[in-house]
Each structure stands twice: as C-alpha cells, then as structure tokens.
C-alpha cells in the first residue's frame, strides 16, 4: 500500500524568508501525481502546486516550488519569501495513475513569524 | 459558481442518533469525494462516486455509513448510531474526470457526538 510521511509536524520561518516542507512517499507505481495542499484554520483545503511523476522538471507556482527527487521518493515543498497568509497546515498527498483517490500525510503546521 | 458547498458546518449529536451531511459540488465536476479527517491527522478516503455510481468504499465505511448521490449532482453522507468515535470533520470534494489536477475541497462538516 502507498504511504505519504510527513516528519515535521511544526515549522516555523520568519516573514520574507524561505522555509522548505518535506514529504516522502512510498509506492511501487511508476505513474502517480503528487500534490501539495494547505489548509488555513477553519478555512477549506487549496491546491498549492501539483507534479505528474513522469515529468523530470520541477513544479513551480509563483513562490511555491517542489524538489521533486523520484528515486528517493521525496517531494518537498519550498515557500519563497513566506509571508504571514502562508501560515496553515501542510499536506503533502499522492494519488496512483489507476486510482482516484488521494493518500495524505499527517501534515506539517507552519507558523510565519513577523 | 460557488465552489464546493457543504452543509451544515457544525453538527452536534447525540451518540446513537443518525446525521446526514449533504455537499454540493461544482455543477461541472463528474467525480465526488468523501474524506474523514480527525485532529491532527490527514484526510482519509470514504468513498468516490463518479456520476451517481458509487465506484469505490473504503473499509472506514463501515456498515453504519451509507453515501449517495442521486442524478449525479449532490450527495449526502449518512452516518446511523453515531459513535463518540465519528467525531472528526467531514469533507468532500469534487474534480472533472481527468482528475490529474487535484480535488477542489468544501470547508468540511464538524461532527461532535457526546
């Protein structure tokens, strides 16, 4: 079965600065979409950026970019110039070329310190 | 369009009574989701419908929890005898058939049984 581990439960980054999530993965599919989600308090659940498995270049949305190494299975996120909307919960999630439906991590809470 | 609509926002049961939760996807999205997600945890899959099929259930779905969704537009989630252990937020969402783009999310229900 895939799993999605998430090893930092917290993290904190001052405003402006670059902070970087991780998320590793483990699955023995060769066609699979990793995303990354973040989750405002009592607030719904927003795509941050996606990245197909096949694809070698790394994702990039504005400030929000992946380190996506395949062979390692890791697929960290990296906030640029973080700034004090950033802050929520961080999901990192995997979804199987052949399935539907998305595994997630634990999640990695991110705090954004004026 | 609104997004993805769910309703209601809090519920508080009573343990042993039924709740039914509906969501109301976007109007153009084929595919709809139930996850759970309990305090700290991340999302976990329910149950998939495509169209009014339900096409997959997890084995958290247990017997007490049934999910429909009829003509293929809304769909409810019910939960009979509720258990202190329900408690969690409920959310669901909704994606197009090709689904490589991710999910978009509702704000979640919030079930409490005391």
């Known amino acids: 079965a895939q799993t999605v581990t998430q090893s930092q439960p917290e993290m904190s980054v001052q405003e402006a600065e670059t902070v970087t999530l991780s998320c590793t993965y483990d699955t023995s599919e060769s066609d699979y979409y990793l995303f990354w989600y973040k989750q405002p308090p009592s607030r719904q659940m927003i795509l941050v950026i996606r990245q197909e498995a096949y694809k070698q270049q790394n994702a990039t949305e504005n400030r929000f970019s992946v380190n996506f190494q395949k062979a390692a299975k890791s697929f960290s996120l990296k906030i640029s110039d973080s700034q004090l909307g950033d802050a929520a919960m961080y999901f990192c999630a995997y979804r199987g070329g052949a399935t539907n439906k998305l595994i997630f991590g634990t999640g990695t809470l991110l705090a954004v310190q004026p | 369009d609104t997004g993805v609509s769910q309703d209601p926002r809090h519920k508080i049961t009573k343990r042993g009574q039924n709740v039914t939760f509906r969501c109301d996807p976007i109007?153009?999205?084929?595919?709809l989701y139930w996850y759970r997600q309990t305090l700290g945890q991340g999302p976990e899959f329910l149950t998939y419908?495509?169209?009014?099929?339900?096409?997959?259930k997890s084995r958290l779905l247990s017997d007490r929890f049934s999910a429909e969704r009829p003509k293929g537009s809304f769909s409810t989630l019910e939960i009979q005898r509720t258990e202190q252990g329900d408690s969690a937020m409920y959310l669901c969402a909704s994606s197009p058939d090709t689904a490589n783009y991710g999910y978009t999310f509702g704000s979640g229900t919030r079930l409490t049984v005391v």
């Open positions: 109007s153009e999205h084929n595919r």
């Open positions: 419908f495509q169209n009014e099929a339900q096409l997959e």
